[in-house]
């Protein structure tokens, strides 16, 4: 029996794993796992590494390669193999540094050289939006992994580490890092089954997404920690004991419950601390699979199981490979424990995953079973070849890959994996594109249900074909789940009536344009097209009114970039004089509040007066506030914060001009706060409540509820400055249910 382990995750700790490192230690840690490891191939990267980066600073002010170090010492930590390593020391070189793909190729050949590339972000496209680069970056990923796993394992021990040091990076960085993280990383990291960085991202992710939440369950779970282990630590004593007398080799431990597994429960089930069953776990690895039973037995018969919390996943494994068996307990006292058996094999492969796996480590890659294991990167690939659309890409990769699962079996036994509230209709997609084209009914358990069936664990599904149907009906679309799904049944149709959606799709752009008094002529000329298509996935504008056509694309998004060009070409002579008149005069002058009437803000130029000036809604930006002006076309001067992401990253500096906060008399400004809640009954009441005890006035309100019952409140409110603002988010953040709260910046 080995000692008790009760080591809380930390984020702090975590964070200071980022101290020096050195090339010694590097190697150090690979020998010992791999003592044949070409040495002289992994000093050579870190040679290249140490000359490319050289002089390039960390935010931290360390010097740029002890990034890379730490990168190659995850991967190390992982027990991956030489050119995972390289590929570790190196992944920044092709983007930050001067050297080039082909003089890696020489130096370290083709396969270190194409997981550098597959790690490597793409290149910022002038002519796209931020959201569509980011797009673009995912699907090159996912053409990576399905070439290489390894890809997204170093991209994954790359993203870590930046975690880790992400406080050195402004509140704005540190946010949408963790927010990508949380929604794009993790879910991967789930997938292949690599637990021990999954829960460390979860930490960190949850330190600079809801702090507060982040220390009050950290300073709960050390609070109680000396007791919880003793009480653990009789319980382990008392099994040990049981399983000695049955001469069952084993070790034991126990498991902590991660930070973030405990915010979930606790602020997105609404439940207290104590409520949660298995803060307290203890984790049993035993030789082989009979044992595990045997063990489930023996612990079954000390303590009451409690029903419906018990999980076989050796008899079923989750799709990333996961094996192992959970009970949740009545122990001592009535205090509820969970435990954890598995055998030594199911343990590597629940910590590390597919890394535990690797079929590379002798060098050369075998085509295996384990191949199958990753059918979602293929089927990742599938639907990625037909998206067109930036959002509907997003939606369907978190959406369907990145949820909930529900495990159902095929006639033949098969498991099937599938988003949680999935239908029959879903399950023959997933199958093939032709059964669910062709579906025309369902059985569930061996009865006969409509197609809008909820699918639940366990549930055995046989699809009814027909060779004779027409195809999938697009009442289909209102009940499917996987947003996989959806994109397949669109596809047919868009497909089947490819002719007739380009005519209704150019029909709907041309009924819009006239709608709001404009000549469609004069805005669908082959120059506009051309640009809005350029900011677009379609390769023609027959394929954008297509997409109109059959649904996939909105058509106000088109209309609303074709009014844009024409608006910005028609004042752009306009705006030229005012610009030259602005730059050639410093005199001084006010400009009007939002309301008050009140002298609010002062800026430079000659002439200002005759402009509009207006307060930037995406930002909304308050007294106290660092604000700048940023000159429109055709719509005067828009005030916006500083920070404000629209303005950090214009690709037209020259339009920015000075202002200042001017004294004024008291003035009320508008303000939009972003809410993210749970969806309890009451819940806005009290924010209306607490929001009247400060005299606080809300002007606007927005509410959106996901799927998964979080509410996504836009609320704006009217106040005197941004100190004011920021009184209201911290009391916000202490009404029940509340995740977190943050203002509005582009």
Not at 98 to 117: A, P, R, Y
Not at 529 to 538: C, D, K, P, W, Y
Request: charged share 30%; glycine share 6%; hydrophobic share 35%.
């Amino acid at each position: 029996m080995q000692d008790i382990e009760i080591l809380y995750t930390n984020a702090d700790a975590a964070g200071a794993k980022g101290g020096t490192m050195t090339i010694d230690q590097l190697i150090d840690a690979v020998k010992a796992y791999h003592p044949s490891t070409d040495e002289a191939l992994i000093r050579r990267a870190y040679a290249c590494a140490a000359a490319a980066h050289e002089g390039q600073k960390r935010n931290s002010g360390e010097p740029y390669i002890i990034h890379p170090l730490h990168v190659a010492m995850i991967l190390a930590e992982l027990q991956m193999d030489d050119q995972s390593i390289c590929a570790g020391l190196l992944h920044d070189v092709l983007e930050d540094t001067s050297v080039t793909e082909e003089e890696m190729k020489q130096e370290f050949g083709e396969e270190i050289t194409t997981l550098v590339d597959g790690v490597t972000k793409l290149k910022q496209l002038q002519s796209k939006s931020k959201v569509e680069n980011q797009v673009e970056n995912y699907r090159k990923m996912v053409m990576a992994m399905a070439n290489d796993i390894r890809v997204i394992i170093v991209k994954l021990a790359d993203r870590l580490h930046n975690l880790r040091t992400l406080d050195y990076k402004d509140r704005a960085k540190q946010v949408e890092k963790a927010t990508e993280t949380i929604e794009i990383y993790v879910p991967i990291a789930h997938r292949l089954g690599i637990s021990t960085i999954k829960s460390e991202l979860e930490d960190l992710c949850l330190k600079y997404l809801d702090p507060d939440a982040y220390f009050e369950i950290s300073e709960l779970v050390h609070k109680r920690l000396d007791e919880r282990k003793e009480y653990i630590r009789k319980i382990m004593d008392r099994l040990s004991k049981e399983l000695e007398s049955l001469g069952i080799h084993f070790e034991i431990s126990g498991r902590p419950k991660t930070l973030y597994s405990i915010y979930k429960k606790m602020y997105q089930q609404n439940k207290t601390f104590d409520q949660i069953f298995d803060v307290s776990a203890i984790r049993v690895i035993v030789d082989t699979v009979k044992d595990c039973y045997s063990v489930l037995g023996v612990v079954h018969t000390l303590w009451k199981p409690i029903p419906k919390r018990f999980k076989d996943y050796i008899a079923m494994p989750k799709q990333n490979m996961y094996q192992s068996l959970h009970t949740t307990l009545i122990g001592p006292g009535g205090e509820t424990f969970e435990v954890q058996i598995r055998t030594f094999e199911m343990h590597q492969t629940a910590e590390y995953g597919i890394a535990a796996h690797w079929q590379y480590k002798e060098g050369r890659r075998k085509k295996t079973a384990f191949d199958e294991k990753l059918t979602w990167v293929r089927q990742l690939m599938e639907w990625q070849k037909t998206a067109t659309d930036s959002k509907e890409y997003m939606e369907t990769l978190k959406g369907d890959f990145f949820s909930d699962e529900v495990y159902v079996f095929s006639p033949g036994g098969d498991v099937v994996e599938l988003t949680r509230g999935s239908t029959p209709v879903d399950f023959a997609y997933r199958i093939h594109s032709d059964i669910g084209n062709h579906c025309v009914g369902a059985k569930v358990d061996g009865r006969l249900v409509p197609l809008n069936h909820v699918l639940e664990n366990g549930n055995i599904v046989e699809i009814l074909t027909s060779k004779n149907s027409e195809g999938p009906s697009r009442d289909w679309l209102s009940f499917v789940a996987n947003p996989s799904t959806k994109q397949k049944i669109r596809q047919f149709f868009k497909h089947a009536n490819r002719e007739v959606n380009v005519e209704i799709g150019r029909d709907m752009v041309v009924q819009d344009l006239k709608k709001d008094g404009y000549h469609p002529n004069e805005l669908m000329n082959d120059e506009a097209l051309e640009s809005v298509i350029a900011r677009t996935s379609f390769a023609s504008p027959e394929d954008l009114y297509s997409a109109i056509g059959f649904g996939s694309q909105t058509v106000g998004s088109v209309t609303g970039k074709l009014k844009a060009i024409y608006e910005e070409k028609r004042n752009e002579e306009a705006e030229k004089k005012r610009l030259e008149n602005l730059e050639s005069s410093g005199e001084v002058h006010a400009v009007h509040g939002p309301q008050s009437g009140d002298e609010a803000v002062r800026i430079r130029g000659e002439g200002v007066s005759n402009l509009q000036i207006k307060f930037a809604q995406c930002c909304s930006p308050v007294p106290g506030d660092a604000i700048i002006g940023y000159i429109t076309m055709g719509r005067g001067i828009s005030i916006h914060r500083a920070d404000c992401v629209n303005i950090v990253h214009t690709k037209q500096p020259e339009r920015m001009i000075e202002v200042e906060w001017a004294e004024t008399k008291k003035s009320k400004f508008f303000s939009t706060l972003r809410i993210l809640a749970r969806n309890k009954t009451g819940y806005m009441a009290d924010i209306v409540e607490l929001l009247n005890k400060m005299e606080i006035n809300m002007s606007g309100l927005q509410v959106h509820t996901d799927a998964d019952n979080t509410s996504h409140i836009l609320m704006t409110i009217e106040i005197d400055d941004a100190k004011q603002v920021y009184e209201v988010m911290r009391k916000i953040r202490t009404v029940p249910n509340t995740i977190n709260v943050f203002r509005m910046n582009g």
